[in-house]
């Protein structure tokens, strides 16, 4: 299992846009699995909505590819690098994600070509899809 600080030393991003809180299984280049705990307190929550606090979409797929991020620049030959966003698609959205929810984010890298990658992701709430979408990834 890797920790804040383990995720901190692979990919660059920083609170408050650091959205995976650890990483629970890893294939170097191929695959991880984060974790996300959803608390009420998130700065995003006081916006969206006030009344009706619900995570948007946009993060939830940030919080996937920074997953997919974690499992590419793990990887030797990317070490130092940052995993840009080439493109996203078939983004669907099944469940909203509240507070007190905990995002298990699971990034499947299918293809790699130099120094683009392309992986599956998928978000669950309590063993239910709540957001998934094909991503491609462009590391520099």
Not at 14 to 40: M, N, Q, T
Not at 112 to 136: D, H, L, R
């Amino acid at each position: 299992m890797y920790d804040i600080n383990e995720i901190k030393k692979v990919i660059p991003h920083r609170e408050p846009f650091l959205l995976i809180d650890r990483v629970i299984e890893l294939e170097k280049g191929k695959r991880a699995v984060a974790i996300k705990s959803v608390s009420y307190n998130e700065y995003f929550f006081r916006g969206h909505f006030p009344d009706n606090p619900v995570m948007p979409g946009v993060l939830i797929l940030e919080a996937l590819a920074q997953t997919g991020a974690f499992a590419l620049l793990s990887e030797e030959k990317f070490k130092g690098k940052i995993a840009y966003f080439g493109g996203m698609k078939n983004v669907k959205f099944k469940k909203m994600v509240i507070p007190g929810d905990t995002l298990r984010l699971v990034t499947e890298i299918v293809k790699i070509k130099g120094s683009i990658g392309i992986g599956e992701a998928t978000a669950y709430v309590e063993g239910k899809i709540a957001a998934k979408a094909t991503m491609t990834f462009a590391i520099k």
